[in-house]
Structure formats: C-alpha cells, structure tokens
C-alpha cells in the first residue's frame, strides 16, 4: 500500500490506462529536480511500476530512469512498488463508477474527460465515456456526434453497443448523417449490436423514409429473434399509414418460426391498420 502523502511517478505508461496523462510531464526529471535542490526528501519519493516493467530485468529498468531523466545516483534511492495488471484494472474501473452520473445536461468538464477516456486502452473506460455522452450531451451536438461515430465503429461490441444508443439519444430526429452511421451498423456483426441499431432507426429515422424502411426491411431476415422483432416496431414507427408495401411485409412476418416474432406481428397489424 503506498502511503498517499508520497509522491508516485508511474512507469511502463502503455499498461496503465489514463495514468497516460500523469507521465507526459516526465514525473522523473520533476522529481530528480526537486531532490536535488532539496524541496523533496528521495525518502518520500514512490515510483509505481507494473509487473510487466518488473519483469523486464534491470536493464530495462534503468533505461526507464535515464529516459526519464533520473540519475543513476538517484534512482536507487527511490521506492518501487509493482501492481499487477488486474489490480490496475480494477481500480482504474473503480474510480469510474458513477462517472458523470450527476453531470448537468451539456456539462463541458464532464464530455471533456469523455473525450480523454474515449483514448483509454480499457474497452470499459470506452464504453463509460460513450454512456455519459448519451446523457450528458445536447441534442444535436455535432461535435459529441462526431465522437461517437467514431466508437460506433469501435473493436469492442460493448462500445459499439453503447454508441448507437448513444447516437440515438443525441441526434436530432431525421437527422440524415445519423441515420446514415446507424444504417452501417446493421450489418455489424454482432447480433446486438444490429438490435440496437434497428432500434435506433426507429427513433431517429424519418416518417414515411423509403430508403430507411428499405434497409430495415432486410432485417426481417436476420437470424437472430430480437433483431427481427426490433425491426417489426421499428417499421410499423416509421412507415406512412396504409402502405400496402409494409401491411404485406408484416402479414408474411405472421409465418415466421418464432412465436414472440409472429406476437409481435400481430400487435403491429393491429397498430397499422388503426391509423
């Protein structure tokens, strides 16, 4: 446990999420500074170090120091503790928790640090800065747009989830970029996240759309039941009242092998052919 009045430098930067952004003001020189012109006992000097750096021997060790701009005669007096990258993890995941959670709606502190985690190497930390956007951001803010086009696209399923709900939160209705980045996910290749983006279009799509009802209409064919149900309301959402093209759509979706899927079916007929 490292005592928090001392001082911590962290090494091994690649491994420690967004401690990034402690070590790019080269903690070391600072540090050797401050010994050697007496303001900071080495005593209470802690370097923070990750198992990973450990293992690389002594060599790598004192190439650290002399990047950093510790001097030899220095570094040995300085304390090192290594954690674990499990322990990073789960604290670096611990201090996120209720992550602007309480932020007012357009809180510029708050979607700044969003954009910070958004760099993190922590597909949790992604996925918590693209959920505070969703509920931190204005309606139609490109900019926070921009951002979260960018993730919907992102390597992990869990942020390209979080995104397009995201998207779908903050865009404007009928906004044709929107509708455009969420189109895209319909082809993802994760069965969630192809849910979600039918939902989303559903919210954002514009009434009466054809080329949205066209892309929609592909998915009455998807392979999994949520996504074919997801696309049944998202439908009956946007088509013009008494499209015969749409009524026919829905009627076949009557045959179809699940039963939730034919349920959800008849509920939109009944909507359909009230308006």
């Known amino acids: ?17 967004t401690r990034r952004t402690v070590t790019a003001s080269a903690p070391g020189q600072l540090l050797s500074r401050y010994v050697a012109l007496g303001r900071l006992p080495a005593a209470d000097v802690c370097v923070l170090r990750t198992a990973r750096l450990a ?23 300085l304390r090192c503790f290594a954690i674990s990258r ?27 640090a ?8 922590d597909w949790y930390a992604r996925k918590v800065a693209v959920d505070a956007i969703g509920r931190v951001a204005n309606q139609g803010d490109e900019a926070q747009l921009s951002l979260l086009y960018k993730h919907a696209e992102d390597e992990d399923i869990f942020v390209r989830e979080a995104a397009v709900d995201a998207i779908a939160a903050v865009a404007r209705l009928a906004d044709d970029v929107a509708v455009s ?11 969630f996240v192809r849910a979600r983006a039918v939902v989303a279009l559903g919210r954002v799509g514009k009434q009466g759309d054809v080329e949205t009802l066209g892309l929609l209409d592909e998915m009455f064919d998807d392979g999994f ?18 499209d015969q093209a749409v009524l026919a759509r829905l009627k076949r979706c009557l045959d179809d ?3 939730g899927v034919r349920d959800e079916a008849k509920k939109a007929l009944t909507s359909f052919s009230s308006q």
Request: with cysteine; glycine share 6%; net charge neutral.
């Open 1 to 17: 446990c490292i005592a928090p009045q001392r001082i911590v430098a962290v090494a091994d930067v690649t491994a420690v999420g």
């Open 55 to 77: 293992r690389c021997g002594a060599v790598a060790q004192r190439t650290w120091w002399e990047a950093e701009g510790v001097c030899q005669a220095l570094a040995p007096q």
């Open 86 to 112: 499990p322990q990073e993890l789960h604290r670096h995941r611990k201090r996120l928790e209720g992550f602007g959670k309480d932020a007012p709606q357009g809180d510029a502190k708050t979607l700044s």
């Open 114 to 121: 969003c954009e910070d985690l958004l760099r993190d190497d």
């Open 181 to 191: 980045k969420l189109a895209m996910r319909l082809a993802d290749e994760d069965c």
């Open 225 to 242: 039941v949520p996504v074919r149900k997801k696309a049944i309301e998202a439908v009956a959402k946007l088509a013009p009242p008494g």
């Open 257 to 259: 092998q699940d039963r």
